[in-house]
């Protein structure tokens, strides 16, 4: 990424030039966060969006500039921003209360709709944060299992608890993330995806594995993409091995299909953990799968059986206001097409875009499958067709694309210029809101962008 302070590049001047609000906002943040930010993928040089109103599949900046929002809530908003019937369900709840200290009638309606769209919810446990489920998930397969292990698959995001760190982004080789145990990153066996005889050596090499946790649309929401095949054989392979299978649904689940990955592929895993789309914008999370496994959270079936309860408390588990929003959120996810409408706008906006690159004669491309997209920036400038890409024929490094980091920087900046914010992918996520016009304004920022990037000789 270039230095921002130093750079004369005319995107950068642009995005500065437009955005004075946020930029102001940015030198009081500066003296109170890390960074001047509250969650890494909000990092951009100089500094990013300070948004004031959301509503549909766009959002308003301080200075009432309007984007169309492929951040999505961070993929939380399968819906859009302020849905009117989760909105009114949130403000009907706000008037009743935000907590009651107590159990309530809506954290088991919440919990029936998740049981009713997602095909292995036998029960049911709610925490605040997709983290707290995959911490949870893998407490619950190693007390299940009483083994220590548990593979992981490199690249894949599963929130930032320490069992998570290495391998995501860094420390490939396993070892300890600054701040990380070495006896719990130890623990943790990294594995290539799509690599089916890696993943069947490992399996047979030890045996004291727990779980094997996996994003099943493929690392970082589908950066990376997954064979279907392989997802068949992980299940397969696992339960050959006695080894527990989590599905980290916390972005798919709701989205990909009603009932998420595991649906959309007819495979079965023991545990899923679920976020985001699940408590309709509010904060929210649940660990769901096999009672037997969940039954470990039990008072009454671990003491019969002798067994030591896993304790589980968290002030904000199934608040009210989050089991309101989930509810509205849920009861839509399942009376009406919005994951189909939104994978559809997924399938026209790749097309698009593709075209866009073609004619322009760029050799990047749009990829991606259901209601996500990601960019492929061709470090190595190989020859491509962008309508006709096929990630599954490029290795890691050329579709995480580290080295055309500055073109992408810009390209973001270039786009938000043009109102559309992408996510730090590059790429984002869909609503079911988007529609037409925001089809059209893309498309037509891209090209604008594009034409930026060519006079900055970044393309
Ligand atoms: C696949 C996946 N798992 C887990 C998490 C962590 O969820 P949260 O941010 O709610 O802690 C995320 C967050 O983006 C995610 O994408």
């Known amino acids: 990424m270039p230095d921002t302070l130093t750079t004369n590049s005319p995107v950068i001047a642009a995005y500065r030039a437009a955005t004075p609000g946020s930029a102001a906002q940015a030198l009081r943040a500066a003296e109170m966060f890390p960074s001047g930010i509250t969650h890494d993928a909000r990092y951009i040089e100089p500094y990013g969006l300070y948004i004031n109103r959301a509503q549909g599949p766009r959002k308003w900046d301080v200075d009432g500039r309007c984007y169309v929002d492929y951040f999505g809530g961070h993929g939380a908003l399968l819906l859009g921003h302020c849905h009117p019937q989760v909105m009114a369900a949130v403000h009907a709840q706000l008037d ?25 919810a036998e029960r049911v446990r709610f925490t605040s944060s997709g983290t707290e489920a995959t911490l949870m998930a893998v407490r619950l397969a190693r007390a299940f299992s009483g083994k220590p292990k548990l593979i992981r698959f490199n690249h894949h995001f599963h929130g930032w608890h320490d069992h998570m760190t290495s391998g995501h982004s860094s420390h490939f080789d396993g070892t300890a993330t600054t701040g990380v145990l070495d006896a719990v990153a130890g623990n943790v066996l990294l594995c290539d995806q799509n690599d089916e005889a890696a993943l069947a050596r490992l399996l047979e090499s030890h045996d004291d594995i727990a779980a094997a946790i996996i994003e099943p649309t493929g690392a970082n929401g589908g950066k990376l993409p997954i064979l279907p095949e392989f997802l068949q054989a992980l299940r397969r392979l696992t339960a050959e091995h006695g080894v527990l299978l989590i599905f980290d649904e916390v972005v798919n689940g709701f989205r990909v299909a009603p009932g998420g990955a595991q649906e959309a592929y007819g495979i079965r895993p023991d545990l899923t953990t679920l976020a985001k789309i ?174 930026m990037l060519k006079a900055e000789g970044e393309l």
């Open 96 to 120: 009743r209360g935000t907590h009651y200290g107590a159990s309530h009638e809506l954290e088991i309606e919440w919990a029936e709709r998740v049981k009713a769209l997602i095909p292995t």
């Open 278 to 451: 699940l408590a309709g914008g509010l904060p929210g999370g649940a660990v769901t799968g096999r009672k037997d496994i969940l039954d470990l959270l039990d008072f009454q079936v671990t003491k019969a059986a002798r067994k030591e309860k896993i304790n589980h408390p968290g002030t904000f588990n199934a608040n009210p206001l989050s089991a309101a929003a989930g509810i509205a959120c849920l009861r839509i996810v399942r009376e009406t097409d919005a994951c189909a409408r939104a994978n559809r706008f997924g399938d026209n906006l790749r097309r698009r875009l593709n075209e866009v690159f073609e004619e322009e004669h760029v050799p990047w491309a749009v990829y991606g499958t259901f209601s996500s997209f990601e960019l492929f920036t061709n470090p190595e400038r190989v020859a491509i067709t962008p309508t006709r890409f096929d990630p599954l024929q490029y290795p890691t490094s050329s579709l995480k694309g580290e080295r055309t980091a500055g073109a992408v920087h810009k390209l973001r900046l270039g786009m938000m210029i043009h109102g559309v914010d992408l996510s730090s992918h590059p790429g984002g996520v869909i609503s079911a809101t988007h529609g037409e016009s925001e089809l059209e304004d893309t498309v037509a920022a891209l090209r604008h962008t594009v034409h």
